[in-house]
């Protein structure tokens, strides 16, 4: 499996309120229709969608540890195995820190294609999902 952690950024909230949305997908479903997500459809432990040619590719909550830890994998029909968990620490009152590691189960032209890719874009990720919740986008 190939492990990345994005880095730590910082968020202007109690974890409490970040657990409350990262661990619905239903609140995910405006940020889907401004990414232009085909077909998306939403539990609140689930997702799916088109995406890049894959029809119904999903993800689902596989476990939830409240205004900590949140693990999510893909559905059968995403072509390789992965996890993402998202860890949540407050370390003073609204200041909430959160990593996303991803570990992910490559074949070998995979990860060639987009090995050096992960880090950045997790990294980007984990700066996306901070500025969203400190209001900068």
């Known amino acids: 499996m190939t492990t990345v952690e994005s880095k730590i950024v910082s968020i202007k909230r109690i974890d409490e309120d970040i657990y ?3 661990s619905n997908f239903q609140n995910f479903s405006p940020m889907a229709q401004q990414a232009q997500l085909e077909n998306w459809q939403a539990g609140e432990d689930w997702c799916e969608f088109d995406a890049q040619g894959i029809k119904g590719a999903g993800l689902r909550i596989i476990d939830k540890e409240p205004y900590k830890t949140i693990k999510i994998t893909g559905n059968d029909k995403i072509p390789f ?4 968990w998202i860890q949540l620490k407050m370390v003073a009152p609204y200041d ?3 990593k996303i590691t991803l570990k992910a189960k490559l074949n070998m032209m995979l990860k060639m294609m987009v090995g050096k890719k992960l880090q950045s874009g997790m990294d980007a990720l984990a700066d996306q999902m901070a500025a969203a919740f400190n209001g900068q986008m």
Request: without cysteine.
């Open 81 to 84: 195995e992965f996890f993402i």
């Open 20 to 22: 409350k949305i990262l």
């Open 96 to 98: 909430t820190r959160l």
